[in-house]
């Protein structure tokens, strides 16, 4: 009889370890087949990273060339206008009088001058220039000083208070240039 305990018990033993040996089997059959799932995934997010890597430099070479087709009609902006306003200046049609409100609003617009991207000394200059007063004592460098200054504040912002005191100092500048011509 206790052999037949002992028989029982290794046949139930037998069977417990088979049913568990084969469920292991099973299981990790299970986890292969996951595991294989999981790196198509990853590969798929792999292939979807390369075309987000595609898409961004695409997007990198749009923003360049958005920037240098800007770069570009903010340059043909301004040689159009300097061009116009020194044939003003050439035909004498930028008077005394008018120099006198150009001076008063640069120096009323320079009040509103930010000290980024132009610095504080750029600012301050730009002032003194213009608190002159009198467009004779104002020299013509100092002119194109101020209008570099205000247009490079211009195309690093866009900001129409910088062209617009452009514009103005380009007008000073074609008086200034063009009367003394006339005076010799």
């Known amino acids: 009889m206790a052999e037949e305990v002992v028989l029982s018990i290794i046949g139930l033993a037998v069977t417990i370890v088979g049913m568990f040996g084969s469920s292991l089997y099973w299981l990790g059959r299970k986890f292969a087949e996951i595991d294989k799932k999981f790196e198509a995934i990853d590969r798929r997010f792999e292939e979807i990273d390369k075309r987000f890597e595609a898409v961004e430099r695409r997007f990198d070479e749009f923003d360049r060339k958005l920037a240098s087709f800007a770069d570009s009609v903010r340059s043909a902006v301004v040689a159009m206008n300097s061009a116009v306003i020194e044939f003003l200046g050439l035909k004498g049609l930028i008077t005394q009088g008018e120099t006198s409100f150009l001076i008063r609003e640069v120096m009323r617009m320079s009040q509103a001058i930010r000290s980024n991207p132009i610095s504080k000394e750029e600012a301050e200059f730009i002032r003194a220039v ?38 103005y100092v380009w007008m000073l500048r074609a008086y200034k240039l063009f009367s003394q011509q006339e005076k010799r």
């Open 130 to 167: 213009f608190a002159k007063g009198d467009i004779d004592k104002i020299t013509v460098e100092e002119l194109e000083k101020v209008a570099e200054i205000v247009k490079r504040w211009w195309y690093e912002e866009g900001s129409e208070l910088a062209y617009k005191m452009f514009l």
